[in-house]
């Protein structure tokens, strides 16, 4: 059970690459041991695709943001919001589709949810308390999701290269760029950026303060 009247919500965008799990992983690190905080990626909301062809699959355009289901992540949010355990998706990127597990998750103190649409739905903005945009150049994005999805998600070099210049570049301007209006603070260059972090970090317990 959560000490906190209403647990803090931080959420955390970028395009894909930019650093946002390490700056998500580095505010973990930096929290003190009696505040409990929970990390919730947005990729385990993509929409269950099972029962969908395979070849379809292949060609959903998962960096549009109906590729997620905004509803039941929105449902889960509220319910940590109130105390309440949920029972979080896993999603297989090798399958591309979700899978039949569930983690469950109990409330706590601190809510990070990062993503690269987490900013584009006026709900989930709306329950969220600091909101951070991670703006990296798009060559070092590039690389990094290039050896993240070969190493972690089981692609080709010739897919990974296809998908960027289909769907993930232009989505990227398209969708997730314009939500940096919606940020509260602008991280450039990632997780390297220690001083942002630093700030960062002493803005969620200036918020934890407020609240407790």
Do not use: C, W
């Amino acid at each position: 059970m959560s000490q906190l009247e209403k647990p803090v919500v931080i959420g955390i965008t970028g395009g894909s690459g930019s650093g946002k799990t390490t700056i998500a992983n580095k505010i973990v690190e930096q929290m003190q041991e009696n505040e409990h905080v929970l990390i919730m990626t947005q990729d385990s909301y993509y929409k269950d695709n099972t029962g969908v062809p395979m070849d379809v699959r292949l060609n959903i355009n998962y960096d549009h943001p109906d590729a997620f289901d905004v509803p039941l992540l929105t449902k889960h949010l509220q319910s940590l919001l109130q105390h309440k355990p949920i029972e979080m998706p896993v999603y297989n990127f090798k399958e591309h589709t979700r899978s039949s597990e569930t983690i469950h998750t109990e409330p706590v103190d601190i809510i990070i949810l990062e993503g690269i649409l987490v900013l584009s739905s006026e709900k989930i903005r709306d329950l969220m308390d600091i909101k951070v945009y991670v703006d990296t150049d798009d060559d070092i994005r590039f690389i990094r999701r290039l050896e993240r999805d070969i190493e972690e998600r089981g692609r080709s070099i010739n897919s990974v290269i296809e998908q960027y210049l289909d769907t993930v570049k232009p989505m990227y301007h398209q969708f997730i760029e314009p939500t940096k209006r919606y940020a509260d603070i602008i991280i450039p260059e990632g997780g390297t950026n220690d001083v942002a972090i630093d700030m960062l970090t002493t803005k969620v317990h200036s918020v934890l303060n407020k609240k407790g």
